[in-house]
């Protein structure tokens, strides 16, 4: 059992990156093979449209021909069972950074003959959002946004599941920060109280197969 994990947020201490280190634990636990990926560590683009993955005769068609640091993670992702995605929320869309690694890793895998699959594997995808939106915002405003953005990993054969974690607190000290508009104690409060559980329960979907 091999798993991927991805962390499509710069901070690698914060809340995204414990939400997969603890997600890494459970995977271990559970006795599979782990690779760590921090993309803000790497240098690569999204899909430049060379159109290589397109070309007839070509003899691995869900190859990414287009050559970057990230190259050698879409092939380790395509090689999975298992795809563990972290990103924070950033105006109201995952990271950049992860967008361009959507890019890479699905367009191969789709045909434009039959706007379907090619992908012969099957790849169940996790993802971990974090925001400082609330859960009851998330769920009026980027549930159904998130659900469509995220639904193209239907390509990799497996389910797809998103897991929000929300009001999340972005400093250790909200007086060192000019964020008065932020209710910083509050955050702060639900970092002791509810975070814990959502690291426990990122362990659990890690532990899961
Ligand atoms: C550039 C930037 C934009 C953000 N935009 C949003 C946003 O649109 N909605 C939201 O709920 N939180 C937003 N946030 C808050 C982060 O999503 C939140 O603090 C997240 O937990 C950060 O993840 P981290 O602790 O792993 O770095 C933004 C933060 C930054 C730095």
Same mark, same amino acid.
Do not use: W
């Given at each position: 059992m091999k798993t991927v994990i991805v962390n499509g947020g710069p901070r690698k201490e914060w809340n995204t990156a414990q939400l997969l280190q603890s997600a890494k634990r459970g995977a271990?636990?559970? /006795? *599979?093979? =782990?690779?760590?990926? %921090?993309?803000?560590?790497?240098?690569y683009s999204g899909c430049r449209s060379c159109l290589a993955c397109k070309r007839k005769g070509v003899s691995n068609p869900?190859?990414?021909?287009?050559?970057?640091?990230?190259?050698?993670?879409?092939?380790?992702?395509?090689?999975?069972?298992?795809?563990?995605? /972290? *990103?924070? =929320?950033?105006?109201? %869309?995952?990271?950049?950074?992860?967008?361009?690694?959507?890019?890479?890793?699905?367009?191969?895998?789709?045909?434009?003959?039959?706007f379907s699959s090619i992908f012969t594997g099957k790849i169940d995808v996790d993802v971990f959002l974090t925001m400082g939106e609330t859960r009851e915002s998330y769920d009026r405003i980027y549930k159904e946004k998130m659900e469509a953005y995220f639904a193209p990993f239907r390509s990799f054969n497996g389910t797809v599941s998103i897991h929000p974690v929300c009001d999340t607190a972005q400093v250790k000290d909200y007086s060192e920060y000019e964020m008065t508009g932020i209710a910083g104690t509050r955050k702060l409060a639900l970092h002791e109280t509810e975070f814990p559980t959502m690291l426990r329960q990122a362990f659990e979907i890690g532990q899961r197969f």
């Open positions: 271990e636990a559970a /006795g *599979s093979e =782990i690779e760590y990926v %921090e993309l803000y560590d790497l240098s869900c190859r990414c021909f287009f050559m970057d640091e990230l190259s050698p993670v879409i092939e380790k992702v395509h090689q999975a069972d298992r795809l563990i995605i /972290g *990103s924070p =929320i950033y105006f109201g %869309e995952p990271t950049g950074q992860l967008r361009c690694f959507l890019e890479r890793v699905l367009f191969p895998t789709l045909s434009y003959n039959s």
